[in-house]
């Protein structure tokens, strides 16, 4: 089976101290949710901190993204073999990412290869538009960008990918449970079809967008969704707390 996997992606938020006191609160609450995978995916300045934090629990590490070239002249940016040393888990493809920093499909791919050449486990994160969506397009567009992100990649179970419809994200309008696994059984079938049935049935694919502690049930009840990316309620302890509380009670009860 799966093992079920919550992230919390901090996005531009938080100081090193903030961070540092954010972590200390989320483990102070942590007993007893071993059959959840935890992932905090703070700011790349935190990260060397927050390690020596997390040292001896089992918090796992990740990064917001990076770039697809060991290292050379590329001013500021953060190469994959300095995440090696820190993480676990890197983000990329985040809508964000593309869509304020170009991001195109192809760059994606080259980060997704890069990623599992040199050991970390991308969390790669598809989604429609508002737009889109609206059009019926939903199935074409992610369709095209898990194809195009996941080209010439290896079959690997240690994938992640999160399905984060844009209109869901940071706006308090989530998807429906069910909406969501639709378009994520759609993503376990399209990895299928691209590598194999076995190693589909092995990717864990997550929901993002406006996921908090009042609606994670809905989502962790549905077969197909392995957990959530979570953007906001990841900088409230409690609140992320009670998220891996949930889905650590739902999916043991199952
Ligand atoms: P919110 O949870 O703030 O909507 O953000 C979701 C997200 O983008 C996580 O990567």
């Known amino acids: 089976m ?37 992932v905090l995916c703070p700011p790349f ?41 820190l993480c676990d888990f890197v983000i990329l493809g985040h809508s964000e990412r593309r869509q304020y920093f170009f991001e195109t499909d192809e760059i994606v791919n080259k980060k997704v290869r890069k990623a599992f050449e040199i050991g970390l486990k991308p969390i790669v994160c598809v989604g429609e538009s508002l737009n889109e969506n609206e059009a ?28 984060e419809p844009i209109w869901a994200i940071g706006t308090g309008k989530a998807a429906t449970g069910k909406q969501a696994n639709a378009t994520i059984s759609l993503i376990r079938n399209i990895v299928a079809g691209l590598w194999n049935k076995e190693t589909a049935k092995e990717v864990r694919i997550l929901y993002g967008g406006s996921v908090t502690g009042n609606n994670i049930a809905e989502f962790i009840a549905e077969p197909d969704i392995d957990g959530a990316l979570v953007g906001g309620a990841s900088l409230k302890a409690n609140e992320f707390v009670s998220i891996l509380k949930q889905t650590a009670k739902l999916k043991s009860t199952r």
Do not use: H
């Open 45 to 85: 300045i935190s990260l060397a901190a927050i390690k020596e934090l997390l040292r001896g629990t089992s918090v796992e590490l990740g990064a917001q993204n990076m770039y697809f070239e060991d290292k050379g002249a590329y001013t500021g940016e953060i190469s994959p073999i300095m995440l090696t040393d």
């Open 136 to 163: 019926g397009k939903t199935e074409p567009v992610i369709t095209n960008q898990v194809r195009e992100g996941l080209a010439g990649v290896r079959p690997s179970g240690q994938l992640v990918v999160a399905y």
């Open 2 to 38: 799966r093992k079920p996997l919550i992230a919390g992606n901090w996005k531009m938020n938080t100081s090193l101290e903030e961070a540092k006191r954010l972590v200390q609160a989320i483990l102070n609450e942590l007993d007893g949710i071993d059959v959840v995978e935890k």
